[in-house]
């Protein structure tokens, strides 16, 4: 059971938008504490995505965007693309357990 | 560019001890806190450990506290896993992650290893 919650599994077709909720508690998002987000092929190591709420490092697409309210915070996809086929997970900071924490994940399929 | 790159993985016995490397170069290393993430087969991503810039301040998570041990030796650019008492559930992909903010407090990974596999099974 993770920290932070994430929806197992989202589609779209291309072109579509989708978004991936992610639900946290009052001592992590909730608490104002940042959420950062990380796009995950098989096989290969994750690579960041989103930090701090709604910046993309260098190399990223504006395709790619995140929002946060109260607990909760949510990654958004325009255009979507066949290689936007990934794992996506939210990470954040828990002042409770003084340490990162991750959503479970969510396997976005197009279709 | 940032390369980080782990070795020292393997298979392993329940209870045994495995130290895991990870060398670090296209940066200044001691300018950094480091993160230890781990992935078991088919699961997300746990976070494990973290160790401050200069090594003063180091957090773990609850699953490994007292087994594992996090260092650094900034001379070598190379971090450090330690883990002790190792269990069924530690199988996992392990990856030195470069921690981005403050750690205790908001920080993030900007740059990943390509990860090293733990398989404890007797």
């Known amino acids: 059971q993770s920290v932070l919650t994430q929806p197992p599994s989202v589609s779209g077709a291309p072109g579509q938008r989708v978004t991936i909720s992610c639900t946290g508690s009052?001592?992590?998002?909730?608490?104002?504490?940042?959420v950062h987000w990380y796009q995950q092929f098989p096989g290969t190591a994750p690579r960041l995505l989103i930090y701090?709420?709604?910046n993309r490092p260098s190399g990223v697409p504006d395709r790619f965007s995140g929002s946060k309210s109260g607990t909760s915070a949510s990654l958004a996809i325009t255009g979507l693309q066949a290689d936007d086929e990934a794992d996506y997970y939210c990470?954040?900071?828990?002042?409770?357990?003084?340490?990162?924490?991750f959503g479970g994940g969510t396997k976005l399929t197009v279709l | 560019q940032v390369q980080l790159v782990e070795s020292g993985g393997g298979v392993v016995q329940p209870g045994r001890s495995l130290r895991l490397s990870c060398a670090a170069s296209?940066?200044?290393?001691?300018?950094?806190?480091m993160n230890w993430v781990r992935q078991a087969p088919g699961k997300g991503l746990e976070w494990v450990a973290v160790i401050s810039f200069d090594g003063n301040n180091i957090y773990y998570a609850d699953s490994v506290k007292g087994r594992f041990t996090i260092s650094r030796d900034n001379s070598k650019n190379t971090l450090y896993l330690e883990m002790n008492s190792l269990r069924g559930d530690d199988t996992a992909v392990y990856y030195c992650?470069?921690?981005?903010?403050?750690?205790?407090?908001?920080?993030?990974?900007?740059?990943w290893g390509q990860g090293t596999l733990v398989t404890v099974s007797s």
């Open positions: 992650a470069r921690v981005e903010g403050v750690i205790g407090d908001d920080n993030w990974v900007d740059s």
């Open positions: 990470q954040s900071y828990d002042s409770s357990l003084r340490g990162s924490v």
């Open positions: 701090g709420n709604n």
């Open positions: 296209g940066f200044i290393f001691s300018n950094y806190p």
């Open positions: 009052s001592s992590n998002i909730g608490a104002d504490y940042a």
